[in-house]
């Protein structure tokens, strides 16, 4: 041990002793403003509407983020504690302008949102617009026949191109990533989606084709697609669609030297044809009028309109378009009781979105059809927002009570006979029986009501016109999930009711 080691260390004067009561004090200050603002953001919840309640928490956290600021320079503040409290409401809460285009009409796609880190970078959009990551560019034919084909994406089918693109949003972070992995740009997947499906996970073609990228059922088993064994059918699932589509191409693209143009003749008339006549011709382009001729009018029509929707996912700003601005950020919902998807459409409301959000809902759980009842704690995949919105609407309130009511009803329940009172808009609630006289006792059980399915009823509807629970009100009927099927006529014993 040195000398210098046993002297005593300098002594706390009146100076350092009050520079460490001001530290204290400021640190305390701070701690008070960061309690103060999460106070108002959690008040903020109790807003009248959505647009209120998002412009309260968005004020509340960006204090806490001026908070957090400051203890970062303040000497003596625990600024991971305050950092913490910040960051878990920021998760909780959508930013007004989450997803928004800024003034040049910027391309918003946010490719951190995808969170894919085995994903090359030289693969994502950016980098697609970029000198260097033109390959899709410089692998297809920009000719008179893709242009009129994005003469049509930008006129008569504007709202189809628009919905396309919203609908992939939703669903980017599932589907893009297997086309990164297996080499393939993510704008030819947008354009294969625009012109299949226009992003809509449940359409099917009259061939059986189904699903966001339209696998027929035979070609969808060669790449593992079809009921899983629960009775769904992963066609329909964008993430393995997208999987098995993005196979499928570069198994094309294999046998046809590289070519986007045959691969997609191929995925739409036919590998076997694209293939023979590949070979017949030498390995000519599509574009060659002999090779060209030898397909089916949708398929000469069907390889342009997919180029040019890609062409136009990588260039909007070339061509005046405002993608609509989508908030994307994936996130889950636990059921904090049954619903269906109809019931939280309507709860959810359309804050964010125009059309609302239905479509994304079932494109991000396609193994439900939206009148099924789903029981509470089921998982449901949807955005921050959406995760925001349930937890607003959904769960409590006039807007929950107002939607169980539109729920219940359906048209057969206001048709009257002649003579009869028109019935009224809420069931009345049913008068108390009357007291049973002590010196004659009941000996025999109430009799169980019943109640006749009508048109447009499903067990959910039922089980809340009449205070049932839905799971009693199955068993006591036989009823047999997820669906509960039930049909006009049936005649239900009410078990488990109040009414």
């Given at each position: 041990m040195t000398l210098l080691a046993l002297l005593p260390g300098p002594s706390l004067g009146a100076s350092g002793k009050r520079d460490a009561q001001n530290a204290a004090a400021a640190v305390a200050a701070l701690q008070q403003r960061m309690e103060i603002a999460e106070k108002r953001y959690r008040d903020a919840m109790l807003a009248e509407d959505e647009e209120a309640a998002v412009n309260a928490t968005t004020a509340a956290l960006a204090e806490m983020k001026l908070v957090v600021?400051?203890?970062?320079?303040?000497?003596?503040?625990?600024?991971?504690?305050?950092?913490?409290?910040?960051?878990?409401?920021?998760?909780?809460?959508?930013?007004?302008?989450?997803?928004?285009?800024?003034?040049?009409?910027?391309?918003?796609?946010?490719e951190t949102d995808l969170r894919n880190a085995s994903v090359p970078e030289t693969a994502s959009a950016a980098a697609l617009l970029s000198e260097e990551g033109q390959r899709f560019v410089k692998m297809v034919q920009f000719n008179p026949a893709v242009q009129a084909g994005i003469r049509r994406w930008l006129t008569d089918m504007r709202p189809s191109?628009?919905?396309?693109?919203?609908?992939?949003?939703?669903?980017?972070?599932?589907?893009?990533?297997?086309?990164?992995?297996h080499g393939l740009p993510e704008a030819l997947l947008f354009g294969i989606m625009a012109k299949e499906s226009n992003g809509k996970v449940h359409?099917?073609?009259?061939?059986?084709?189904?699903?966001?990228?339209?696998?027929?059922?035979a070609t969808g088993r060669r790449f593992g697609l079809g009921n899983d064994g629960s009775g769904f059918d992963t066609r329909y699932d964008p993430r393995a669609s997208a999987d098995a589509a993005a196979q499928y191409l570069q198994e094309r693209m294999a046998q046809l030297g590289n070519s986007i143009e045959m691969s997609l003749a191929g995925y739409n008339g036919g590998e076997g044809r694209a293939l023979r006549v590949f070979r017949d011709s030498g390995g000519r382009s599509f574009w060659d009028i002999n090779v060209y001729n030898q397909f089916p009018a949708e398929t000469k029509d069907y390889v342009p309109m997919v180029i040019a929707a890609a062409w136009l996912f990588l260039h909007p700003k070339d061509y005046g378009i405002r993608w609509p601005s989508v908030s994307a950020r994936p996130a889950t919902i636990s059921l904090a009781q049954p619903a269906s998807l109809y019931e939280l459409t309507i709860c959810l409301g359309n804050w964010g979105s125009r059309d609302g959000y239905l479509r994304a809902l079932r494109n991000l759980n396609p193994r439900?059809?939206?009148?099924?009842?789903?029981?509470?704690?089921?998982?449901?995949?949807?955005?921050?927002?959406?995760?925001?919105?349930?937890?607003?609407?959904?769960?409590?309130?006039?807007?929950?009570?107002?939607?169980?009511?539109?729920m219940a009803s359906n048209v057969q329940s206001a048709l009257v006979r002649v003579g009869e009172p028109m019935p009224a808009a809420v069931p009345a609630a049913a008068p108390a029986p009357a007291p049973v006289p002590a010196s004659k006792p009941v000996s025999r059980p109430a009799k169980?009501?019943?109640?006749?399915?009508?048109?447009?009823?499903?067990?959910?509807?039922?089980?809340?016109?009449?205070?049932?629970?839905?799971?009693?009100?199955?068993?006591?009927?036989?009823?047999?999930?997820?669906?509960?099927?039930?049909?006009?006529g049936q005649a239900l014993k009410l078990v488990g009711c109040s009414d």
């Open positions: 600021e400051a203890c970062a320079k303040q000497q003596g503040c625990a600024v991971d504690a305050m950092l913490a409290t910040y960051e878990r409401l920021l998760q909780a809460t959508p930013a007004l302008d989450d997803g928004a285009l800024d003034d040049a009409g910027d391309d918003p796609i946010d191109l628009m919905d396309s693109y919203e609908n992939y949003r939703y669903m980017q972070h599932l589907m893009s990533p297997a086309f990164k992995r359409v099917g073609s009259r061939a059986g084709a189904v699903g966001p990228l339209q696998f027929m059922p439900w059809q939206p009148d099924e009842i789903l029981q509470a704690g089921t998982s449901l995949n949807a955005t921050t927002r959406i995760a925001w919105l349930y937890r607003f609407n959904c769960t409590r309130g006039k807007r929950l009570a107002l939607t169980r009511e539109l169980v009501k019943t109640y006749t399915v009508r048109r447009g009823d499903v067990l959910g509807s039922i089980a809340r016109k009449f205070s049932c629970d839905v799971p009693r009100l199955a068993k006591g009927n036989k009823l047999k999930g997820p669906k509960y099927a039930i049909k006009p």
